[in-house]
């Protein structure tokens, strides 16, 4: 089949991979002038447990953030009314008599994109800078009563994650504080953290060397359908292919929009900021998870990244002074001497984060003939995509996928 796929971060360079090794004639059209130059840029780096990922799924997480706003996305300037109105529905979602199921149904996603990311590793020989092992310091132990919905989905999946004591965590990082009020940690030792961008390029290489042909530059400004096809900006005629695949973020909602499609996805913009390795001892060994201040801490080869914040408006203009002091504080207060903060070569990076209100990506047809979406994958974009893109493959060659995909229809909206 001739397959277009409009998108190139990580989670459409790992389907123009999957759908290349099948043996589809794949072309990939991305308005930026590289793969992975949006969400995947900046991302935390967790993979592993994905529901544990900081803003990944609504109603897990502090009633308040540490900075007093309220336990959903900020409503920056220019978020308006449509922002309050999203906000009220990730807000909602989490209370829904539905919403233990859509968990159970993430947590077999993430888990089987974990085994899947792995397994193209492996193939591929590649290094991408992956720490194993996570940690969720806890400050108080009724902290822990916080992210139960996840835990016991987590727990009655099978995943392992034990309950340690405040020595025990710093047996496990010894570059935490001693300083730092610790009750005690969750240890999830098959959690995992690893470099998104990087593997997101040896994707898009990998694809390349099957055959899939990368076009940059290339805004998609028109789905059509029966027959598949797409406008790119610039072109006088659209191109025809057999199935269209939409990976992109935030213009999937416009492009959706002409076919009498509605996805409600709002871009979560959060930060990251990344430091070079000061004291290797004093540095995370894997990657921890701050559930009061909703933010990760992992490293990453020679780099220590923290990750945080998610506020709903407009994207320009200053930065959020109070989130970054944030995460500042956390990463000197847990690992003091861990990264060089004041390093000229820091990075602070902000990025939109393509969510839907229940935290769920849509992952399926799409509704007229030929096209398909894999996209609103929030926060968990790194954790779910070559679990996403292996199943999608699979619906396309009409296989059955390996994991359960049902709960990731575009008609639950």
Same mark, same amino acid.
């Given at each position: @089949? ?40 900046? +991302? ?83 290094? !991408?800078? +992956? ?44 570059? #935490? ?45 028109? #789905? ?40 409600? @996805? ?29 933010? +990760? ?29 944030? @995460? ?34 849509? !992952? ?40 359960? #995909?049902?709960?990731?229809? !575009?008609?639950?909206?």
């Amino acid at each position: @089949m001739q397959i277009a796929i409009v998108g190139a971060g990580i989670v459409g360079a790992a389907t123009a991979y999957e759908l290349a090794a099948d043996g589809h004639e794949v072309t990939v059209f991305e308005q930026r002038g590289a793969a992975a130059e949006e969400a995947s840029f900046g +991302s935390a780096g967790l993979l592993a447990p994905a529901l544990l990922v900081p803003w990944a799924v609504p109603g897990i997480g502090p009633q308040r953030c540490a900075w007093g706003g309220p336990a959903a996305p900020r409503l920056a300037r220019g978020s308006g009314a449509a922002g309050l109105a999203w906000r009220w529905r990730w807000t909602q979602a989490g209370r829904r008599p539905e919403a233990p199921a859509l968990l159970a149904a993430l947590e077999g996603l993430g888990r089987y994109s974990l085994a899947r990311t792995r397994a193209l590793v492996q193939q591929l020989e590649v290094d !991408i800078e +992956s720490s194993r092992g996570a940690l969720v310091l806890l400050r108080r132990p009724e902290d822990v009563e916080q992210l139960q919905p996840a835990l016991q989905t987590l727990r009655d999946a099978g995943t392992a994650v034990r309950d340690v004591d405040a020595d025990t965590a710093r047996l496990i990082e010894p570059g #935490l504080s001693a300083d730092a009020p610790l009750a005690g940690a969750l240890h999830a030792p098959d959690g995992e953290a690893g470099n998104c961008r990087l593997f997101a390029q040896i994707l898009r290489q990998a694809a390349q060397d099957l055959g899939a042909r990368f076009i940059f530059g290339a805004r998609v400004q028109a #789905l059509g359908g029966n027959p598949a096809g797409l406008q790119v900006a610039g072109e006088d005629a659209p191109r025809r292919a057999d199935a269209v695949v939409l990976c992109t973020g935030l213009a999937s909602t416009a492009l959706l929009r002409p076919l009498g499609l509605r996805l409600p @996805m709002a871009a979560v913009h959060g930060y990251s900021i990344s430091a070079p390795l000061r004291e290797d001892t004093h540095a995370p060994q894997g990657v921890v998870i701050d559930p009061l201040h909703r933010l +990760s801490i992992a490293r990453q080869g020679q780099r220590v990244r923290v990750s945080g914040g998610a506020e709903l408006g407009h994207a320009g203009g200053a930065h959020h002074a109070p989130t970054l002091q944030t @995460m500042y504080l956390a990463l000197s207060g847990w690992f003091p001497g861990g990264a060089l903060t004041s390093s000229p070569q820091v990075q602070v990076w902000r990025g939109a984060r393509p969510t839907l209100p229940d935290g769920a990506p849509v !992952i399926g047809a799409g509704g007229p003939r030929g096209l398909w979406i894999n996209a609103g994958h929030g926060a968990c974009g790194w954790a779910q995509a070559c679990g996403s893109a292996r199943a999608l493959a699979d619906l396309i060659a009409g296989r059955a996928p390996d994991v359960d #995909l049902q709960p990731f229809g !575009i008609q639950r909206f």
